[in-house]
Structures are given as structure tokens and as C-alpha cells.
């Protein structure tokens, strides 16, 4: 079901609530509002919030002769979604299963979605480096994936398992795209000066020590987390915040490396 798509891009952290499922999405959203056709695929099991982040919570996935159905944001199916939040009776519905079930669900994500012809692919993973990201590689070795960004925090006690993360794409073969800090400083919504409450400069640090590039640098803005759950994208609400300059310069990035 991949062999239509033309470039897929993982997104990984070995840590949690570094705003994985934000970047994914608004990069998935910027990528679309720059005419490419996109899809979504969410594979954090436990923690499935693509759903919520993109509005979609209320809508059910299909079966087709050739496989899943995705749903897609729009009639104009410029973006098309997938995730097991589709399949969950509601928000607070708990996922207790084993490796191996997980494992087998996350094999039909990849290998049952009737995507047809995409643009991009983005995989949102669960954090760490155990069954899911496995299981994604050896579905993966078939088709041609473009690498991972990397998402971390500033702060030293994320670092240190985003590294494991960086020690896992490098020993499994998947190419880096780039390390993106996100949650660096807070921009005041009433006057826009940036206040590092966390630290800084941790992602760039941690580029550095990888030989990997820095993507970018995204701060905590209200603004930009007032849309979640509305299905909307920073760079067309807030074109001229720091996020979506970010944002549009990650998208230069994957195009030029998707040439």
C-alpha cells in the first residue's frame, strides 16, 4: 500500500511530552497548505491524540476492497489521516495490549491503508525504542523512507533519551533528517518577547555532538496551542509567528531532500 507514496518521513523522540504529535501534525498541515498531498499515519497506540489535534475525534475509518479507508481532513483530500483513535468508542478508552498485538495492528497500518498516490507520508511514533519502532523498520525495508526528525526538549533530562533515540536510528540505518527543539522559551501573547522558562539551545547542542543538522527552534505560544484540536494550520493562522517560519523552512528542508 506504500508503493504509491512517494516519500515517507518518520518523527520520533525518545521522550514523552516533547509535542511529538504538534510537530507531526503541523508539519503535515504545512506541507498540504503547500499543495502536497500528505498523509498522516499515527502509530502511538497508547497515546493516540493525532485525532484530537486535527479536530477528527467524531469520524470513523472504512474498509474498501483494497484495504482501510483514511480519513481525510477535507473534501479536497489534501491530507489523509490514520490512527487507532479512529477505532476507540471514545478519548478516554484505554489500549492494554501485549507487544505482540501491537505489533500486529501497527503491521495493518502500514501494509492495509489505501493511501493512494501521496506526496508525503509522516509517521507519528510513540516515544522510546522498543516493538513499535521495530516492527515500523522491518515494514519498512521494502520501500524507501526519507529519515527522521528528531523532536527533543531544551532541557538536559530530555536530552539524554532523545539520545538513545539518535543511538537507535543510527544502529537500525535510518537516516537523520535533523533534530528540532521544541518548547524553547514562551512567547508572551500580549507583547511577543520570548522567555527562555525552560533553558535553550539543547537541540543545537545535541545536533552538534550527532552530526545531525538543527532543523529549528520552536517556542511555547499560546497561539499556535489554541489550535489544537480545530484542524487548522499555524502557518496560514499565524503566518508570522516564529513557528511557522520554522515550520516553512522545515518544509524547504524536506523538499530539497526529497529531490
Known amino acids: 500500500m506504500l508503493d504509491k507514496v512517494k516519500h515517507i518521513i518518520l518523527v520520533l523522540s525518545g521522550k514523552g511530552g516533547v509535542g511529538k504529535s504538534t510537530v507531526s501534525t503541523q508539519l503535515a498541515l504545512t506541507l498540504a497548505e503547500a499543495d502536497h498531498k500528505v498523509g498522516l499515519l499515527d502509530i502511538d497506540l497508547c497515546g493516540p491524540s493525532v485525532p484530537y489535534l486535527l479536530g477528527l475525534e467524531d469520524r470513523d475509518v472504512h474498509q474498501c476492497d483494497e484495504g482501510w479507508v483514511p480519513v ?76 527522521a526528525i528528531i523532536v527533543t526538549t531544551p532541557q538536559e533530562m530530555a536530552l539524554e533519551d532523545v539520545r538513545k533515540e539518535v543511538t537507535f536510528c543510527k544502529k537500525t540505518g535510518i537516516p537523520i533528517l535533523g533534530i528540532v527543539e521544541n518548547m524553547s522559551g514562551f512567547v508572551c501573547p500580549n507583547c511577543s518577547e520570548c522567555t527562555n522558562i525552560f533553558s535553550s539551545g539543547g537541540g543545537h547542542s545535541l545536533a552538534e555532538l550527532a552530526k545531525v543538522p538543527h532543523l529549528g527552534t520552536l517556542p511555547i505560544d499560546p497561539r499556535v496551542g489554541e489550535l489544537a484540536g480545530t484542524g487548522k494550520a499555524c502557518v496560514k493562522e499565524l503566518p508570522d509567528c516564529t513557528t511557522s517560519e520554522v515550520l516553512r523552512e522545515l518544509v524547504r528542508t524536506l523538499t530539497t531532500v526529497g529531490q
Open 72 to 147: 481525510y481532513t477535507s473534501a479536497e483530500k489534501r491530507l489523509a489521516v490514520m490512527s487507532i483513535g479512529f477505532l476507540l468508542k471514545n478519548r478516554s478508552d484505554a489500549v492494554i495490549w501485549r507487544g505482540p498485538k501491537k505489533t500486529a495492528m501497527i503491521k495493518q497500518f502500514l501494509e492495509d491503508v489505501n493511501w493512494d498516490k501521496l506526496d508525503y507520508l509522516i509517521i507519528d511514533t510513540p516515544p522510546g525504542t522498543s516493538d513499535e519502532h521495530i516492527t515500523v523498520m522491518e515494514c519498512l525495508k521494502t520501500v524507501r523512507t526519507e529519515g
